[in-house]
């Protein structure tokens, strides 16, 4: 080979390099962008949990010292998230602030019981779980009713449960065309150095020496395309959140990390794997198939 052919060569190898980056990083954007949508759905299901409540109303004959000695019980409970205590005088300042109206006036009495709003926290906002919960609360001799909102709440998790299963389908989906896409792309590549292959194996190189190089420039194709869709993403994130900077209440730092990785470890083991076995290919050949 003159050595004018090497430096084409080398130009059209370097050439095929860029070229199998750009499609790999074009295809673990979306990976990426799976992966975090996921993460953030999560998010945003916790949140709407946490803000679930169940409603303790207590007896009229509850006093404030028995009322916060149960406050106190309830917050030591491993499902509670949070409690907000509504004494009866501030249910009928709320009262009076909607309504306009002071019961007072025509009843001469506060009408209003103690109560209090509950949080949970979101592995038991499940419909079994908050109903577990609330016959756990009626056992109370100061609770007269217990109440959430039984319909949201199982629509809720009825819709969480449908929006994981297309994620799931999505993400699949994009596995096995980013699977089809990159092979054919790294095929191609390994298959225009068929030749130089079918020469090495005839002068007696082992094929874990054959396939070396070609491993190596896939692990930085990977990682040289992980990056690049890592910065679109999270470019796209940074310049989305200069405009509504509540995305950031939801695509927390946590989870950007893991996409980060995730995507650094999908962009590898697509391009080494895809690479091995298209090598391992061109090393099957006979000198009859090279043309």
């Not at 295809?27 to 303790?56: F, H, P, W, Y």
């Not at 491993?215 to 940074?238: E, M, N, P, T």
């Amino acid at each position: 080979m003159t050595r004018k052919q090497r430096k084409r060569s080398k130009i059209a190898w370097r050439m095929q390099a860029v070229i199998s980056t750009i499609s790999v990083s074009l295809l673990l954007i979306l990976m990426g962008l799976v992966v975090l949508l996921s993460l953030t759905a999560r998010v945003v299901a916790d949140s709407v949990k946490e803000n679930l409540t169940v409603t303790l109303v207590l007896n009229d004959d509850v006093q404030t010292q028995q009322a916060v000695h149960l406050l106190d019980s309830l917050n030591n409970m491993h499902y509670v998230s949070g409690i907000d205590y509504i004494s009866r005088e501030q249910a009928l300042q709320e009262q009076i602030e909607n309504m306009g109206l002071d019961p007072t006036e025509f009843l001469g009495t506060n009408p209003f019981a103690i109560s209090m709003e509950m949080r949970v926290k979101p592995e038991f906002s499940s419909a079994d779980s908050l109903q577990w919960i609330s016959q756990e609360l009626r056992r109370s001799d100061l609770v007269a009713d217990v109440m959430y909102q039984k319909d949201l709440v199982e629509s809720l998790n009825r819709n969480l449960h449908r929006a994981s299963y297309f994620l799931l389908a999505v993400a699949l989906l994009l596995v096995i065309i980013s699977l089809s896409l990159i092979n054919n792309t790294v095929r191609l590549s390994v298959f225009s150095h068929r030749f130089v292959i079918h020469t090495m194996k005839l002068v007696g190189a082992k094929w874990s020496f054959i396939r070396r190089p070609f491993l190596v420039r896939a692990f930085w194709i990977g990682v040289a395309s992980a990056l690049i869709a890592d910065a679109a993403i999270f470019g796209g994130i940074y310049w989305a959140a200069r405009y509504d900077g509540s995305i950031l209440n939801y695509i927390t730092q946590e989870n950007m990390i893991i996409t980060g990785i995730s995507v650094l470890v999908i962009g590898l083991l697509l391009t080494i794997v895809c690479t091995y076995f298209s090598v391992t290919h061109c090393l099957k050949m006979r000198g009859s198939e090279l043309y």
